[in-house]
């Protein structure tokens, strides 16, 4: 018999006694939205869990529909991915970003994916008292008042990182750009502040995202930081780019939302804006370099996500930006984006032809309100070695510094050696 039954034809109608289309959509990782995703009525199946169930767990990536999938290989879409339903998004509140632990079923007939049964743990928290955080555009910005530190008293040796707790100090929500013409070493730079902020900072939550990247540096990345590495790799297309750094911030967002500080170390806001360029569609107004206008306003959100939180949690950024390339696009990109942060650091491309590093630019190199992050003691002598610095020509600056840091065990006995050398206008 083909005919329905009352309870099957009502099953076939929304709440408001309309048919229901039946439609077809991109899942996870391609092919036919599977049956139940047409079917809400989830609750059922958490009957099914019991001990024998596999447990999962992946960072949540929700669809404009409004279900989503569990990311558990990489934050691109894979085989192993595990399917959300709507009603399971409401009735926890899940957001996009989140890790979540459950139990899963497998795919039954007709279907592509696991399926989530019962949510175990969202962010490492029960899911009651997941649903009790706030929103982070609610969250209150501050400017950074905890410092990072980098110097590693047990390693010296290690000068960048010595340097830049000098030159350019960086605190918790800082908003900063490496600025670095080609092969100035900002890669290096990059590693050693990553290595500092996991050995100084355990408490801190250490992304570091490439985006566009060679694949030999990617596995260099990965083994040189003891961190989450995300990666898109420059033979994928710009649409995986913006997912994987997408997916990346949300998941930030979620993270300070629990009051966790995070940071995310991403190389680099140039070739995410190119990325960003090339999938945008056509608004009609071109800038100059061949830039859309509406291209980087989703990069500026990403770079713009950075910010201390009042009462606790923060999110820093620290992005690599591309000069002297010869691309007028990249220069755009870098202009754009040149007033929005409260950190820089500058590599110079004279040093790094001389093998001088860090390559490191003192005088254009520095950190707005830095006042907040260093003690006045520090503050003042700090203010005293750039006025030696800026007697000396660039190159004689930056190798007097390197020399003096070497030949002291840290940064405290290099400052006491600074507040006696004599100061034209003392």
């Not at 175990?120 to 209150?140: K, V």
């Amino acid at each position: 018999d083909t005919r329905l039954r009352p309870r099957e034809k009502a099953d076939q109608r929304d709440s408001k006694g309309r048919r229901r289309r039946r439609g077809r959509g991109s899942g996870g990782g391609g092919g036919s939205i599977p049956a139940y995703v047409r079917d809400e009525r989830w609750e059922d199946l958490e009957a099914e869990d019991d001990a024998s169930a596999e447990i999962r767990t992946g960072i949540l990536d929700l669809l404009p529909e409004g279900y989503g999938f569990l990311r558990t290989s990489g934050y691109l879409p894979g085989d192993r991915d595990v399917y959300v339903s709507v009603s399971q998004v409401r009735r926890f509140h899940l957001r996009k970003g989140d890790e979540i632990t459950g139990s899963v079923r497998s795919p039954k007939e007709s279907e592509k994916y696991q399926a989530l049964l019962k949510i175990r743990e969202i962010n490492g928290t029960g899911p009651e008292e997941a649903q009790r955080r706030p929103r982070f555009a609610d969250l209150t910005p501050l400017y950074p008042q905890d410092r990072l530190t980098l110097e590693q008293l047990e390693q010296p040796r290690l000068i960048t990182p010595r340097i830049i707790d000098l030159i350019a100090p960086i605190g918790k929500g800082q908003r900063g750009m490496i600025v670095s013409p080609p092969k100035a070493g900002k890669t290096t730079v990059m590693k050693e502040i990553a290595n500092a902020v996991r050995t100084n900072n355990p408490e801190t939550h250490l992304i570091v995202l490439l985006v566009d990247e060679r694949p030999e540096e990617v596995t260099d990345m990965q083994r040189s930081v003891d961190g989450e590495v995300i990666y898109s790799t420059f033979d994928r297309p710009s649409d995986d780019h913006i997912q994987v750094t997408e997916l990346t911030l949300e998941r930030a967002k979620r993270l300070v939302e629990m009051g966790r500080d995070v940071m995310i170390l991403l190389d680099g806001i140039t070739r995410l804006s190119r990325a960003y360029n090339l999938a945008t569609p056509a608004s009609g107004r071109i800038l100059s370099g061949g830039v859309d206008s509406t291209a980087l306003y989703p990069p500026k959100r990403f770079f713009g996500a950075a910010r201390n939180i009042e009462f606790g949690g923060s999110l820093t950024i620290l992005a690599t930006a591309l000069v002297e390339t010869g691309s007028r696009m990249d220069e755009v990109i870098f202009e754009e984006f040149k007033g929005t942060g409260n950190w820089e650091l500058k590599l110079d491309r004279r040093m790094s032809e001389k093998r001088i590093f860090p390559a490191i630019d003192i005088q254009a190199s520095g950190t707005r309100k830095e006042e907040l992050l260093l003690t006045p003691e520090e503050l003042q002598l700090v203010w005293r070695l750039r006025r030696v610095l800026h007697a000396l020509a660039d190159g004689g600056a930056l190798e007097l510094l390197i020399d003096k840091m070497k030949a002291t065990a840290g940064n405290v006995q290099f400052l006491r050696e600074i507040a006696k050398a004599p100061v034209k206008g003392d």
